[in-house]
Nanobody
Framework: QVQLVESGGGLVQAGGSLRLSCAASGRTFIQYVMGWFRQAPGKERELVSA????????YSADSVQGRFTISRDNAKNTISLQMNSLKPEDTAVYYC????WGNGLGPPYDYWGQGTQVTVSS
């Protein structure tokens, strides 16, 4: 199992930047594919970005391509999401998630953090 704790959310103006971090417990972090999901009020949870267990492959949703960058540090059991050029439509609760490697980068994921709020004002 792995436990996930997010940090770094907050309020930012449109065009600004935020960096989300997720710390994972456990000694087998390198076996997990990691992802960032978000859920806005009244909308379904969506996969924003994901990264393979070794960090060599990544995925980003069309809506964040060129603005968000996912990365991981397997030595520190952490992943990050650098979010630039933020838009009001990026406002959501952002969740860190994990699943064992072996089935691509897409959902479903098995382990979830508690979420962190990101609010982008216009």
């Amino acid at each position: 199992q792995v436990q996930l704790v997010e940090s770094g959310g907050g309020l930012v103006q449109a065009g600004g930047s935020l960096r989300l971090s997720c710390a994972a417990s456990g000694r087998t972090f390198i076996q997990y594919v990691m992802g960032w999901f978000r859920q806005a009020p009244g909308k379904e949870r969506e996969l924003v970005s994901a990264i393979s267990s070794g960090g060599g492959s990544t995925y980003s949703a069309d809506s964040v391509q060129g603005r968000f960058t996912i990365s991981r540090d397997n030595a520190k059991n952490t992943i990050s999401l650098q979010m630039n050029s933020l838009k009001p439509e990026d406002t959501a609760v952002y969740y860190c998630a994990a699943k064992l490697w072996g089935n691509g980068l897409g959902p479903p994921y098995d382990y979830w953090g508690q979420g962190t709020q990101v609010t982008v004002s216009s």
